[in-house]
């Protein structure tokens, strides 16, 4: 067995790096493969083809494998968390909370008179997005301290997260078309409105949410024997669910707050990772779930860009089938 | 091993068991009875630090529970609960393996005498031609036997069984009771299970502890027989207990 999840890990390794530059070929302009590598490396190619290369492809395809990674390691700790497969990195409201955040500023500033704004305007919407996912978790994370069934922590989320969307609902209905077109485009996902300041953020985020995630490893494995046998092995259950959340925060909240609510990578992904490796130990999967977070969202983005389509409905359309499967195997798997 | 100083259990404003002071000695098997919702579970519950006390102290080993570490208890004692653990992917051995997250680092290295212990604990239960089956595969009595390795995996001189024979046929019953006997005897551990099966705790354990609200009795189980406490816990118009039988029967 061991075997097999070395060979797994490789295979992930080149797909990651093939679909990395295969990402930075396709798009508006057509790149060959031989450009593409002579930019990166700084050899022999035509500026122009440098500067789309290096200047706005290359951080597409960076923000899609953090992306990916990010959601699918958040999407793993969410369903052993809450024992329940069909939880994801948005089940705690994060996603709502970010739309909330973004609302407010593309549709709540104009009706309030404050469209002009310019401290409002430099704030940015990425800004917003991550004010309003971070206050929606502070919010089920206050809660969920003083909670001892983590099933409520669960619908305790999932509520707030619906009465934030039905506050989001009221302002798309109170706003103007122009308004409300910029924020349904926020709805549908992107990853080419990172600028290369915000890259440095997004890497700093993941990087911390992702080293969160290795620590819990060992308490995750633990927890799939459900709470009362994890502490009666010596975990912190509550520590540990403190970490997962901020881990999550981390990952899921930087991600919607720069791309936009990415679906189904979190939800579909891990199992995948489960599947393939056949595993159900954390040290595995973990980092199995970020290399396949990473080369499917590479994939969206790759189909997305070649027949011009919101990120969202690939993510969607790729992950869908994969849920139902889960669904429909009917396997108990966390 | 386990010492219970005028114990008092229950929630809130509901006493379920007041004024307990006995003791529970390592290599003997003790059998917990008693009706529903009388405190069975929250007895095993409290003994290893998931409840609250409402009074009283529990010792083992001379320590108080209030005043050991997470750590140092899951070193001290060992819980079977009535969780049912059907994971698809893991492996018997992975949750046995489990049963050493106590004594491993940060990220649960095994060394190579945790992996002996391991195996150790799966041929202890016999269980040990499964150890690469996935849990979701097999019965409930496999299953139990597994979990018991995880209890034995951990090493304490201590091991509480939450009801483990609760979905079990009658052989599986008698042969999990037979085992958990001898891994009293032979390793000198304290093992205490809760049951509803009275004709098993009459005939395998050494001990008996009889929850007849609020009191808690522990006696050897001959003495137990004898005291008159089970009669008055099982018999109403329609039943009786024999204790020359030793058994429940219909009047």
Known sequence: MRGRSAILFTILAVLILLLFVVDMMVGS???????????????????????????????????????????????????????NPLAGPYVLGVSSGASLGVALFILGAPLLGLGGSHILSSFGVAGAAWLGSAAVLAVVGVVSSRIKDVMVILILGMMIGSGVSAVVQILQYLSHEEALKSFVVWTMGSLGDVTFEQLWLIVAAVAVGLTLAVAVMKPMNMLLLGEAYARTMGLNVKRTRTLILLSTTLLAGTVTAFCGPVGF??????????????????????????????????????????????????????GIPIVVWIVVRNKNIV | MILFDKLKLGYGSRVLIEELSSHIEGGTLTALVGRN???????????????????????????????????????????????????ANLKCRDVVALGRAPYTNWIGRMQEQDRQIVEQSLEMVGMAAFADKTMDQMSDGECQRV???????????????????????MPNRYELCILLGRLAHQYGKAILFSTHELDIALELCDKVALISPPTLHILPTEEMIRSGYVEQLFSNEVMTFDAEQRRVRVK
């Open chain 1, 265 to 318: 990578i979190g939800l579909a992904m891990p199992h995948v990772a489960r599947a393939l490796f056949a595993q159900a130990d954390h040290r595995v999967l973990m980092p199995a779930a970020a290399m396949i977070g990473a080369v499917s969202l590479l994939m969206c983005d790759i189909v997305s860009k070649m027949l011009t389509l919101p990120l969202n409905s690939v993510t969607a359309l790729l």
């Open chain 2, 147 to 169: 979990m018991i390795a995880r209890a034995l995996a951990q090493q304490t001189p201590i091991i509480l069984l939450d009801e483990p024979t609760a979905f079990l046929d």
């Open chain 2, 37 to 87: 919702g009388t405190g069975k579970s929250t007895l095993l519950r409290a003994i290893v630090g998931l409840q609250e006390l409402l009074g009283g102290d529990i010792r083992l080993q001379g320590r108080s529970v209030g005043e050991l570490t997470s750590a140092e208890l899951a070193q001290m004692v060992a819980f079977v609960t009535t969780d049912k653990v059907r994971i």
């Open chain 1, 29 to 83: 302009v057509g790149i060959s493969v031989r450009d593409v590598v002579a930019a990166l490396t700084g050899g022999e190619c035509d500026p122009m083809t440098r500067k789309i290369v290096v200047d706005i492809r290359l951080m597409k395809a960076v923000v899609a494998i953090l992306a990916g990674a990010a959601l699918s390691v958040s999407g793993l700790q969410m369903q052993t968390l809450f024992r």
